[in-house]
């Protein structure tokens, strides 16, 4: 029976894997370019932050031989010259960033002085700190709200080369001043750069991490999730940012009834970050609202362009179904479109496709203003979809490939539904999705971090998903 017990044991983990594995409707990929970019901005901060830093003042009292007690100050010290050149990042997959820093170099000025019992001297003074290196790792994290934690750990500075210069009038006292000054100098500054760094992950960083929004509202019923599914993962090319990126409807949690593909964002591109949309992002956008009753439109003749040859009255209709005529002359139709399913996004050999069903409804509008039903058709649409990006937002168009039509039910009598054909593509074309179309150019918020611009944008279908490359430039 081990067989057994081996097998209910294997479904059990397939079990767990299944329940916890999540996968994304976004993954982002940050490339090598874009962490060293990353990076650069960090010793950035950090250079400004040593060249601002204030270096202690220095005093004691030391015993020689000759001179006996030595009363020695070593004050108003201050960087004149910091430069942190050389950055090389490595990345260790499933684990972490490795970032070294090579060849940096510090300069100060201050000043000394000695008394003794018997004299009192000064003079200037400047150390020149060369071959600076710095080492440390950065880990990533997820919190409980979904958003990235950053870490840094095993920090080492090391100083190869310190040389102090000090002028003076006893320039006997020189090596002593020296002597005195530079392992406090190496070892403060050595100190300092790794605290510096932890001060920047905890005043800059983290800061900035905890107030990034993981929700958008996009209407007083949708949102949009993009909190992470997952820590980020580092690859041997990108640090990997799996994101929910689902709508959900913000008075209602319920559960989307489907679940996202697996992502395979190729990093083919030079470019700084890559994110993959997947078909799932689209269709919980199209679940969500058709849940929240926004895909539905009234279609009235007023609604149609002003030179239009066709209207909807029961004359035009009349021409085509002449029992409307007849039962209800010179009156005004209205028609009413909703879905009865929520749309699909599927991407296709290089095209995104949208396909949409849905019911429509015809009433003729009586004297009294009420409504008497005329009939009702079930159509069924495919439709081609363009996706852009203005202003860090997803914006869409969209335009009609073919409608199939089908009678429900007739109020009026029978007749060959085809004959609406013409009529019902030209008001999907030239009023219901012109409608859709200006929803969809206002956009969809990008996960876009504030003080981050993008540039050099690349839009392209992949299978399964719609793929984003692009730089960034902090601002």
């Excluded at 009363?71 to 950055?87: A, C, D, G, K, S």
């Excluded at 200037?124 to 790792?137: C, E, G, R, T």
């Excluded at 918020?445 to 960034?472: C, G, M």
Aim: net charge positive; glycine share 6%; hydrophobic share 40%.
């Amino acid at each position: 029976m081990k067989w057994a017990r081996d097998l209910v044991f294997c479904i059990s983990i397939l079990h767990i894997v299944s329940v916890w594995t999540i996968n994304p409707g976004f993954e982002g990929k940050i490339t090598t370019r874009g962490i060293n970019y990353g990076c650069q901005i960090v010793m950035s901060v950090l250079q400004n932050r040593l060249f601002n830093m204030k270096i202690p003042d220095i005093s004691g009292i030391k015993h020689t031989k000759v001179l006996h007690q030595l009363q020695y100050n070593i004050e108003r010290v201050t960087i004149r010259n910091v430069n942190l050149p050389n950055t090389n990042i490595i990345l260790v997959p499933n684990m972490g960033l490795k970032v070294a820093m090579s060849n940096g170099y510090i300069e100060t000025n201050g000043s000394w002085q000695i008394k003794s019992n018997i004299f009192s001297t000064s003079g200037m003074l400047k150390a020149q700190v060369n071959n600076i290196a710095v080492s440390f790792h950065l880990m990533f994290g997820k919190d409980d709200t979904g958003r990235p934690t950053v870490s840094i750990t095993n920090c080492a500075s090391y100083i190869s080369k310190l040389h102090i210069y000090v002028s003076g009038k006893a320039s006997w006292l020189y090596n002593l001043i020296i002597r005195w000054y530079e392992p406090s100098l190496r070892r403060y500054l050595n100190d300092k750069i790794c605290l510096e760094l932890q001060k920047i992950l905890s005043e800059k960083i983290d800061p900035f991490l905890q107030t990034m929004p993981v929700t958008k509202k996009i209407d007083k019923y949708v949102g949009i999730d993009y909190s992470l599914t997952s820590p980020p993962v580092v690859a041997n090319d990108s640090l990997i940012l799996p994101l929910k990126g689902k709508f959900y409807h913000l008075l209602n949690q319920t559960s989307i009834p489907f679940t996202a593909p697996p992502l395979d964002v190729l990093v083919d591109h030079d470019r700084m970050i890559y994110i993959g949309f997947s078909e799932y992002f689209f269709n919980t956008a199209g679940y969500v609202f058709n849940s929240v009753g926004d895909l539905s439109i009234n279609i009235t003749d007023d609604m149609l362009p002003k030179n239009s040859h066709i209207h909807l009255d029961t004359a035009t209709i009349g021409t085509l179904i002449p029992q409307v005529k007849n039962m209800y002359p010179i009156m005004k139709i209205k028609l009413h479109l909703i879905t009865d399913s929520a749309p699909s996004v599927a991407f296709l050999s290089g095209k995104i496709i949208l396909t949409t069903s849905g019911d429509i409804y015809a009433f003729a509008i009586l004297p009294n203003s009420t409504l008497a039903p005329l009939f009702s058709i079930k159509l069924n649409a495919q439709i081609t979809t363009t996706i852009g990006v203005k202003d860090d937002k997803i914006t869409g168009q969209l335009t009609l490939d073919r409608i199939q039509l089908s009678l429900k039910k007739s109020n009026i009598g029978p007749f060959q539904v085809n004959c609406l054909q013409t009529a019902i593509d030209f008001l999907v074309s030239i009023v219901i999705l012109p409608h859709i179309n200006e929803a969809l150019d206002n956009g969809y918020p990008l996960p876009v971090i504030d003080h981050f611009k993008l540039s050099n944008l690349i839009v392209q279908p992949r299978k399964n998903f719609l793929l984003f490359a692009t730089d960034f430039t902090y601002t």
